[in-house]
Each structure stands twice: as C-alpha cells, then as structure tokens.
C-alpha cells in the first residue's frame, strides 16, 4: 500500500513532535513513524518523568535540611505515580496531533528512496522528509531510562558512571530517595562542557557532596551499577544509505539542517549538541526552512542548556563572543536568598560591554537562563514552564 502525504517525520520524541504540530497547525498533510512508543525517550523514560522525580527529589531534600533527618518515601510507589502521568500525558499528546489530522504508522522506517519511506508493507512518498530518529544507549547494561520506567529497582550501593548529565541527575534523586550513591567522574566534573568553568562545576560537586553523594574517580565493589555515557545519534546508514554521515555518526546537514539529499531534514539528536530543549528549536528551523524556503539557521547559543542535580548548572549564549567575565552571587536576589542559598552567576561580556553569555550554579538558575535567552531571541529550556510562551509568541510558525 502506498499513501502520500506533505511530510512524512521519522520519529515522535521533541524534534519530531514539535515538527508535526507545527506542520499540521500550517495545513500541511503528516505522517509520523514511530518505531516504539509515541513521544519518544524524553516523555516516556527521559526528561518529563525526571522532572518530576526531581521536584519530589527537592522536596525531600529540603525537609531533611531543615529536621536534620531523612524522610522516607517509597521510590517503587512514587514512580507508579509519575508513570501513570506519562501514560495520561502520552495519550493527550497523541490524540491532539491525530485531532489535527496526523497520520501515524507504527514500524521501522527505511528510506528505500531519496522520497520514499517503507514501513513494513506500508511505502511513504511526501514532498519533505524529517529525520527525527533521536539516540541511543553507546553500552549495554542498567541504563538511567532502565530506573526512570521502573524496568528495574535501585537497590543497595548504587554506583553510577558516565559523562551523560543523566549521571548527575540521578545520582541527587536517588540519593533523595535514602540510596547509597556512588558517582564515577574521570575527567572532572561536567568537563565535557567547556562552557562550564570550574567556579561553577565546583559549586556542583560541592552540593552532591553536601548530600551524601560519594564522588570518586575510579569505581570499586561497583554493586548496583548504571551506566550514564553520552548517547549516540540513531541512524543507521543500512535503513538511510542516502543519507551522508559525519565522522562520529551524525547526519551531515548544511547550517539549515538539510542533509546531503535535498528536501530531507535532520533534527533532534541527530545533530549536535544533543537534548530537548535543542531538539525543540531544531524542529522550529526545518519546518521553517520548509515553508518559507531554506533562510533559518540552526543557533545552538540561543537555547538554555540546564542540570538539574544537588543544584541546578546551565548556560546559554556565545561564549565565542566574550571579552570578559564577572561572576555575581545569586544570593543577592531576595528570593534565592531566603529559599537557596550559595549560587552564582558568570556573566560575559563582549567587547561592547553587552551580556553575551550567562553560565550559572544553583538553585532558580533555569528561570533565569530562559529570560536571558528571550532577551538573546531565543527559547526556553525543556522542560520549564516559559514553554507556554511559545503558544503564544512563536513568531516564525
């Protein structure tokens, strides 16, 4: 069977969510493929169920802060409670963009031509293609989706390594949760970020420590181990043999996300740098590019880049463009103050004495980053509640 549509999107995580709702609000015909479950990794074991483990993680921490003991909370009966919302908040997604006309067809898609999908005994054909395929775990064993969808229970000593901010994610909520953890970080802490200087990376380390997070450089008696390394893109060249790779396995795109074969886009976390809050704004520049003609650039330095561990560490803007650097405590707003205590903000300057940049440690540094970006003409982090803004501000599409 052959059906034919504007865009068929390969993918229904951030990148090619957002693409179709965006396509679909222009009158575009869409089909998503999705090979699992809708909403991809981050609504279903990434992103949305971490953060709302990590607010009960806060809560929890806080309390003990302030009765000096810890306060027991069953993690088996708290994730039943946030997998419960994700299947709610995975059904409204799904029925909203079918409400809007989406087509979707659940396989493995393989491009057998430049414009040609295949999906079982499904073929595709459309005008635009969006590769929105997302990522996948580099090593085998307990992956933090594994603990996140409560394939399996932490138990015990917990020891996790990895360069993923997963690792350091997890490593706060868990130990919320009364676990042992233990943390391996090789290279330095967040040292994969050269945006993140060591003023701030070191306000980090401090705070998982604080809360009884274990740090070493070289793990032992490992225990219950998780494995947090970066993920990798998920395109494999037999599915997409049209499609030109780069050296480390990304698609190969112009600044405008086209890849090597005209009309077809690459998004999400098939190109760097990887995350949804990225993925998001991507998905912005394909459709862009495919509605009005290829003018929009993928701007990586307008997008907030957030942790949210033992205290929250991100950035956003051109660190390229800095003359100089000033760091501010965060403790001189009213509100940190009396709640969080001990952040700080690096602010870059360029040669004009114009902000350019702002990286940070602690505590409310999301909301800051997401106004520092809109004034940049930016977006907001994912996931924030400035996201709203976007309903009503989206100036493009």
């Avoid at 603990?147 to 130990?175: C, H, M, Q, T, W």
């Avoid at 980090?204 to 225990?223: D, F, H, Q, R």
């Avoid at 003018?295 to 957030?306: A, C, E, G, M, V």
């Amino acid at each position: 069977m052959e059906r034919k549509f504007d865009v068929v999107v390969i993918g229904s995580g951030p990148a090619g969510y957002k693409a179709s709702k965006l396509l679909l609000k222009r009158g575009l015909s869409v089909c998503i493929v999705e090979k699992e479950v809708f909403g991809g990794l981050c609504l279903n074991a990434g992103c949305i169920p971490k953060d709302m483990l990590y607010g009960i993680a806060l809560s929890l921490q806080r309390i003990k802060n302030l009765k000096g003991n810890t306060v027991s909370l069953s993690w088996e009966e708290t994730l039943k409670q946030v997998q419960s919302k994700i299947l709610r908040l995975r059904k409204l997604a799904e029925d909203q963009l079918r409400s809007k006309g989406l087509a979707i067809v659940y396989g493995e898609a393989e491009l057998i031509e430049e414009k040609k999908v295949k999906v079982g005994r499904t073929t595709l054909t459309a005008d635009y293609i969006i590769l929105a395929c997302g990522s996948k775990p580099p090593t085998e064993g307990i992956l933090p989706e594994d603990i996140l969808k409560g394939k399996v229970i932490p138990e015990g000593r917990v020891s996790i390594k990895g360069n993923d901010p997963s690792a350091y994610e997890l490593a706060f909520i868990l130990k919320a949760f009364d676990r042992e953890v233990v943390l391996e970080v090789k290279e330095g802490l967040l040292s994969s970020f050269p945006q993140i200087s060591e003023t701030i990376y070191l306000k980090l380390e401090t705070a998982l420590e604080n809360c009884g997070v274990v740090i070493v450089e070289n793990l032992s008696g490992e225990g219950f181990l998780i494995n947090a390394e970066k993920r990798k893109p998920n395109l494999c060249p037999q599915r997409f043999p049209f499609i030109k790779l780069t050296s480390d396995g990304y698609a190969d795109t112009d600044p405008y996300l086209e890849t090597s074969v005209p009309g077809v886009y690459a998004v999400g976390d098939l190109v760097p740098p990887q995350g949804a809050g990225f993925a998001f704004e991507k998905a912005r520049v394909a459709v862009s590019n495919i509605l009005y003609g290829k003018s929009f650039r993928f701007d990586p330095s307008k997008i907030p880049f957030l942790i949210t561990s033992a205290c929250e560490v991100g950035f956003v803007g051109d660190i390229n463009k800095v003359a100089r650097f000033e760091y501010k405590p965060l403790s001189v707003n009213p509100k940190i103050f009396v709640n969080h205590e001990g952040g700080i903000l690096q602010i870059g300057y360029d040669e004009s004495d114009k902000p350019v940049f702002i990286a940070g440690a602690g505590h409310g540094l999301c909301e800051i980053l997401n106004v520092f970006s809109a004034v940049l003409g930016g977006w907001f982090s994912h996931p924030s509640y400035g996201e709203i803004l976007e309903e009503i501000l989206a100036p493009i599409v």
